[in-house]
């Protein structure tokens, strides 16, 4: 057969390759670029298992060398495998991938004890309404320590069975303990001139002030049994009993009128 002169060919190149042979050489060349790049030491597939040859522990491959699975590791299976397992990673554990919040050390500071205080209960002689004063007492707070305060539901304490009856104010300034008095789970008004808070530096008081909001009065309808009795609609007001029925007793005589006297006997 003349090697030299079929189509493609050169003379004295020794002919065209076959697809094998051209195979076999693009694996060759990957081989040669992955070895100057790749680290298999560093490679966590890379596994030589007790038989002599080379595993790829993330496609569940078999290599016979270095080589093979290096040039395994350019070609397509293998980077689509990567690609998955990077994607099942990122979903799996999406607060790895943000940056971790600095971390701020809460100060300690030696507990001294309980403040005193004083608390006044207050009535509005206009409408009733109720309200609570409360004076703190911090006469050895540390400087620049403002004292603070806040509403817990009785289901954040853990002292007391929680009853939705009540509800704790709570009051903390450094170095004092932090002390909670227990009020009425009602509806406090925030507006303007009947919830404010007042801290003296001069006196080391702290004054705080609320008012319960007023809640309506309802009245309960009569039952409905009544208007039956009575022979009246709902609605109607029911009539109250006759004047000379009340409790039995004749009514007194209008003014400028004599009673009649009894017929003799």
């Not at 040859?53 to 491959?61: D, G």
């Not at 495998?81 to 100060?107: H, I």
């Not at 001069?202 to 022979?231: C, M, V």
């Amino acid at each position: 057969m003349d090697f030299q002169n079929r189509a493609g060919g050169k003379t004295g190149s020794g002919g065209v390759a076959s697809w094998s042979e051209t195979n076999r050489d693009r694996k060759e060349r990957l081989r040669q670029l992955a070895l100057e790049t790749i680290d298999l030491n560093k490679d966590p597939y890379f596994m030589k298992n007790h038989l002599g040859s080379y595993e790829c522990k993330l496609c569940l491959t078999l290599h016979n060398n270095e080589g093979s699975y290096l040039a395994h590791t350019q070609g397509k299976k293998h980077q689509e495998n990567l690609a998955r397992r990077a994607a099942k990673e990122a979903k799996e554990a999406p607060s790895m991938m943000a940056p971790e919040k600095p971390r701020v050390e809460p100060k300690k500071f030696v507990k001294i004890g309980r403040p005193g205080y004083r608390v006044t209960k207050q009535r509005d002689p206009s409408n009733g309404q109720q309200s609570l004063l409360f004076q703190i007492d911090y006469p050895e707070i540390t400087e620049g320590i403002i004292p603070r305060h806040r509403f817990m539901s009785a289901y954040e304490q853990k002292i007391e069975p929680p009853d939705r009856k009540w509800q704790y104010l709570l009051f903390a300034a450094e170095p004092y303990e932090t002390i909670g008095f227990k009020v009425p789970s009602r509806e406090v008004e925030k507006t303007e001139g009947k919830f404010w808070t007042h801290w003296n530096r001069d006196t080391k008081q702290f004054f705080l002030q609320f008012s319960f909001k007023l809640e309506p009065k309802i009245i309960p309808p009569p039952p409905p049994n009544l208007h039956r009795a009575l022979g009246t609609a709902p609605g109607f007001p029911i009539p109250g009993p006759p004047r000379h029925m009340f409790n039995g007793v004749p009514p007194p005589p209008p003014m400028g009128v004599l009673p009649v006297p009894p017929p003799p006997m």
